[in-house]
């Protein structure tokens, strides 16, 4: 976790870190303190790899929250979900791993994450989590990815 306010990434030419664990998040100031709102980040074209195949595992991951104190600057929350390209990890642990990493360094007011994967072997996974109850108040939409319906 970065504490600088000025994020490490922002304007720099980058590649992406080699794992997740080696994967820096920045978080700056959140600009309205106080105010509850949410914020979406949707990962459309997410990848990492089967643990057991060595295969790519694909997602449309949809990461909401409610900022506390600080906001995850966007593009190394970008480099930090390319990380997973070359990770081997359950759709579960992958999912899961990342609203876990997020929460505790960002500590929003609330964070959830849907995992929408994509099927392997005829079968698509969706994983779900979020820190706990939504706060009173909070509006929080749909994540409108459409259940798999298959070719039909």
Known sequence: MTNETT???L??????????DEAVLDYVPNPRAGA?????????EFTSLCPVTGQPD?????????PGETIVESKSLKLFLGSFR????????VTVGIGQRLFGEMQPRW???????????????DVFWQ???????????????APYRGRG
Not at 86 to 93: A, L, V
Not at 111 to 125: F, V
Not at 132 to 142: A, E, I, S, T, Y
């Open 7 to 9: 994020p490490k990434f």
């Open 11 to 20: 304007g720099q030419q980058t590649g992406l870190p080699a794992s997740p």
């Open 36 to 44: 509850l709102y949410l914020v979406r980040f949707a990962a459309p």
């Open 58 to 66: 694909f997602a449309h991951l949809v990461i909401d929250y409610a």
């Open 86 to 93: 070359n990770h081997n990890g359950f759709h579960e642990d």
């Open 111 to 125: 964070l959830r994450i849907g995992g929408y994967w994509y099927p392997r072997g005829g079968i698509p996974i």
């Open 131 to 145: 820190s706990g109850p939504v706060p009173d108040g909070l509006w929080v939409p749909d994540q409108g990815v």
